[in-house]
């Protein structure tokens, strides 16, 4: 049987899930606490599972992930909480040089449990330092599992999964998804970290897309098909571990690609993504790749010019159209 809730609804149904199984589960971040979060994924935690387990840091983001991995090293499993991604700059030295890699550098002697949840993109005017998309910053911290939900169902699955995960996982949550809704399984529900999942099947063209654009491009894919178009959408679900074995088996079907974020074009997910389809499926692709993304301004304070910068519809079908 399934539910249908909204993709925030399933995120703290996967937080207190897992700290009524786990004990050593707990949660820490910049108003948390009774507040229960920005974007409401902490309410009421604090109320039910005490002020040890949910509790509220300094605005501090280098000192929420040290102390997470510190933590994390002495066998507990921290969710720390960056109330916007845009910050993982704040603590770049802990994530991409800590977190990341002391698990190699010690040998495997330690573990690392530890899930960075960061809500990232677009949404509401929040301007150039509160709506960024920096998860390809990460495929150059091996060590580090990056996720990106598309779907209530897959937000607490990989949620679950990642609080369950002896690796360090940054989870990268669209905050403009959180009313989303969507069939959630009852009972245990986990999504396996590193799994792509076809959204739609089809023969003509494989769109890759992560995040609100695999949304996007699932009413891309229904536009299309009123003119006969018949289009494969593969939601990668993060950027590390990335499934090309999926990815290369749908391009390797409809030999035409494109893919969607709303990060920027320029040093995208998509660009690594590109690189190795071009790598590995070069000879099976009837028509050059095709990326779709936000143009290379910093994201505008005004509602009005961020609604602008956010690819639409109309941006997929365009690249779509191009190449068929």
């Not at 099947?201 to 891309?220: F, H, K, Q, R, Y």
């Amino acid at each position: 049987m399934t539910r249908t809730i909204t993709l925030a609804a399933a995120i703290h149904e996967a937080i207190s899930e897992e700290m009524e199984r786990d004990d050593t589960v707990f949660m820490m971040g910049e108003d948390v606490g009774a507040f229960g979060g920005v974007f409401g994924e902490a309410a009421g935690l604090q109320e039910r599972f005490g002020r040890k387990r949910v509790f509220d840091t300094p605005i501090a983001e280098s000192l929420i992930v040290g102390a997470g991995i510190g933590a994390a090293l002495t066998g507990l499993r921290p969710i720390v909480e960056l109330q916007y991604a845009d910050f993982v700059s704040v603590a770049m030295d802990e994530i991409y040089n800590k977190a990341a890699k002391w698990r190699y550098m010690h040998g495997g002697l330690f573990k690392v449990p530890l899930v960075i949840f960061a809500p990232e993109g677009a949404a509401g005017g929040a301007g150039p330092e509160h709506s960024q998309c920096p998860e390809a910053l990460f495929y150059s911290a091996p060590g580090l599992h990056v996720v990106i939900p598309s779907t209530p169902a897959d937000a607490k699955g990989l949620l679950k999964s990642a609080i369950r995960s002896d690796n360090p996982v940054l989870f990268l949550q669209h905050k403009g998804m959180s009313g989303v809704t969507g069939p959630v399984p009852d009972g245990e529900h986990l999504v396996e970290i590193g799994k792509a999942d076809v959204k739609r099947t089809g023969d003509d063209l494989t769109i890759i897309a992560w995040s609100n654009l695999v949304p996007v491009s699932l009413e891309a894919a229904e536009v299309l098909a009123r003119d006969g178009v018949s289009i494969e959408v593969v939601d990668p679900r993060g950027i590390n571990p990335l499934d090309m074995d999926t990815i290369l088996g749908s391009v390797r079907k409809t030999g035409r690609v494109v893919l969607a974020h709303e990060a920027g074009v320029t040093g995208g997910p998509a660009s690594e993504v590109a690189a190795r389809i071009a790598e590995q499926a070069l000879d099976y692709l009837q028509a050059p790749i095709r990326r779709v993304g936000a143009p290379d301004i910093p994201m505008p304070q005004s509602l009005r010019l961020e609604q602008r910068v956010v690819p639409g519809v109309t941006d997929v079908v365009a690249a779509i159209k191009e190449i068929l």
